[in-house]
């Protein structure tokens, strides 16, 4: 289902956004779901899409059974942990519903007039969304359901990539699992980006050793117990940090760290933002040592 939406105040302006940005979206029981910005940046309207998925938390399900044209809803964002870097071309990799941030990708890559491939995996036809706002890409766009025989395999599409080609992908952790092997194996890993749309189930995160977290700021220090995380540890002390997925996959815990060994555990920081060291998402990372010092 598409959602277009609008500011309630008519004469509001809407934020900006760019390619590969989300919003949070309040769904009926109050918790916030992400959402993939895919219409057109700088339209006078946002507009989601939303799978129904039937073993989700009930948000997508709220949305079709509940959400109807004239409702409102809260929002919060515009905010972008996936945002289109600039490059000489690009490869873009959809599963599913993760078409939607690579839309716009796509519609920008043709905007900048720079090389940009859509591969597009689905079961079936019938399952995939906007394959008609695909169709005007031609040769740029290639569709591959499942009932169409078999997919190319990865590992393929990745042969023969110019150099300073992008990888985008968006879709379920295993075809991202797949897909991060196969750039290992071909030597292109640091040009993959990668949006995650549910955390893996055997990647939920785990406990971890007790540690201290100092705030630097604030001249506090915090211990961390094994079994909770730095983001509970820091609300029961009344620190406000923004939170949403508590899975690693929304940045929006995202903390500076100033000192300290972090254990990334989220999905969004790429290889390199990872061995900068400098920053962490505080709902599931934790320390390697037994002290971080956070800039809070
Ligand atoms: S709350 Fe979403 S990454 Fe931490």
Same mark, same amino acid.
């Given at each position: ?47 989601i ?9 009930? /948000?997508s =399900?709220?949305?079709? @059974?509940q $959400? %109807?044209?004239g409702?409102?809803?809260?929002l919060?964002?515009? &905010? ?24 716009p ?12 491939q859509?591969?597009y ?8 969304a906007?394959?008609?706002q ?8 290639r ?18 990539l ?8 968006? /879709?379920? =952790?295993?075809?991202? @699992?797949? $897909? %991060? ?9 640091? &040009? ?8 893996p189930?055997a ?15 604030r001249?506090l220090?915090?211990p ?11 609300l ?13 996959i929304c ?28 920053c962490?998402?505080?709902?599931v990372?934790?320390?390697v040592?037994d ?6």
């Open positions: 289902m598409s959602v277009e939406l609008v500011p309630e105040d008519a004469g509001a302006v809407i934020p900006d956004w760019g390619p590969g940005a989300h919003v949070d979206l309040t769904v009926g029981d109050g918790s916030t779901r992400q959402y993939s910005l895919c219409g057109v940046p700088g339209a006078s309207t946002w507009r899409a939303v799978l129904r998925e039937s073993a989700g938390r009930g /948000g =399900a709220w949305v079709h @059974d $959400l %109807r044209p409702h409102t809803v809260r919060r964002g515009p &905010r972008n942990h996936f945002a289109l870097e600039p490059a000489p071309g690009y490869l873009f990799l959809a599963g599913g519903i993760g078409i939607t941030p690579l839309l990708m796509l519609a920008e890559a043709v905007r900048r007039d720079v090389a940009g859509l591969h995996f689905g079961r079936s036809r019938r399952q995939m906007f394959l008609d695909l169709t005007p890409y031609g040769d740029r766009v569709v591959h359901p499942e009932t169409d025989g078999p997919q190319p395999a990865l590992r393929t599409l990745l042969v023969g110019a150099p300073e080609t992008l990888i985008y992908a968006c /879709g379920p =952790a295993g075809m991202l @699992d797949a $897909l %991060r092997a196969a750039a290992a194996e071909a030597g292109c890993l640091d &040009r993959l980006r990668t949006e995650l749309f549910a955390a189930v990647a939920q995160p785990q406990p971890g050793g007790a540690f201290t977290v100092r705030l630097e700021q001249g220090e915090l961390v117990p094994a079994d909770r995380s730095v983001l509970d540890v820091l029961d002390a009344g620190v406000e940090i923004v939170n949403d997925c508590q899975e690693g940045g929006s815990c995202e903390t500076r760290v100033l000192a300290g060994a972090i254990d990334h555990r989220d999905h969004i920081l790429t290889p390199q933002e990872r061995s900068a060291g400098d962490m998402m505080v709902c990372s934790r320390a040592g002290r971080l010092v956070l800039d809070l």
